[in-house]
């Protein structure tokens, strides 16, 4: 069972545009939706998070938009820079010991 | 920045072989946890360990998988009698309490398994 589904699979944004990733999820136990970045080479890291009492989420350029009734969460990023260029993965947890579902991942590419 | 680190980014190992995959946790953090992720696929929750005993575990972590704290700095995954198909990269993580926090993952061991 496909806990998180994430989409596109790969995205190609020009310098200065707005990347869209979007996932959706099942289990409406789940409590927590973080938006990791993973570099070649490394482990991902903690972009942004989100608890289901809240629509939105801002941070910079980066934004969650959190829809409760439809189960879809997507990120935003604006201004889109070359060093956004990444894979991101979003993730859903529910109580505790953070065991995180994961999407599949989007690799984002932004052209200069 | 304080981060987790782990050992070897690399490890090649013969089919049936064990392999002890090492981590350092970040220093105050208690909860302590394992992902793995085949090549093409999304990373997959192993396992999470806190105050010296696993709190959760996947399907995927079978009798073949273990962990271990052993001192107060070191994390490690052991694969008893390794198989093809647990070629991936590994990912450890760590989190200073165990709900919905931000969790640390270090950079991964690639585990090739021939």
């Known amino acids: 069972q496909q806990q998180v589904k994430q989409s596109p699979q790969s995205l190609i944004v020009q310098k200065g545009g707005i990347s869209i990733i979007n996932c959706a999820y099942e289990?409406?136990?789940?409590?927590?939706f973080p938006w990791y970045q993973q570099f070649p080479g490394k482990g991902p890291a903690l972009l942004i998070a989100i608890r289901p009492d809240v629509s939105e989420k801002k941070e910079g350029r980066f934004t969650i938009s959190f829809n409760k009734s439809a189960k879809q969460f997507s990120l935003h990023i604006m201004d889109s820079q070359p060093g956004d260029s990444a894979t991101y993965f979003c993730a859903a947890s529910r109580g505790g010991f953070n065991k995180f579902y994961f999407g599949s991942g989007t690799k984002l590419n932004v052209k200069p | 920045e304080p981060e987790v680190t782990q050992t070897p980014s690399h490890q090649v190992t013969q089919m049936g072989q064990e392999v002890i995959l090492r981590c350092v946790p970040i220093?105050?953090?208690?909860?302590f946890y394992w992902y793995r992720q085949i090549l093409g696929q999304k990373v997959e929750f192993l396992v999470s360990f806190y105050n010296n005993e696993i709190s959760e575990k996947s399907e995927i972590f079978d009798d073949q998988f273990s962990v271990e704290r052993p001192d107060g700095s070191n994390f490690t995954l052991k694969i008893r009698s390794t198989k093809l198909e647990d070629s991936a990269m590994y990912f450890c993580a760590s989190s200073l309490t165990g709900k919905n926090t931000e969790a640390f993952f270090g950079q991964g061991t690639r585990l090739t398994v021939v």
């Open positions: 220093s105050n953090h208690l909860y």
């Open positions: 289990n409406t136990a789940f409590d927590y």
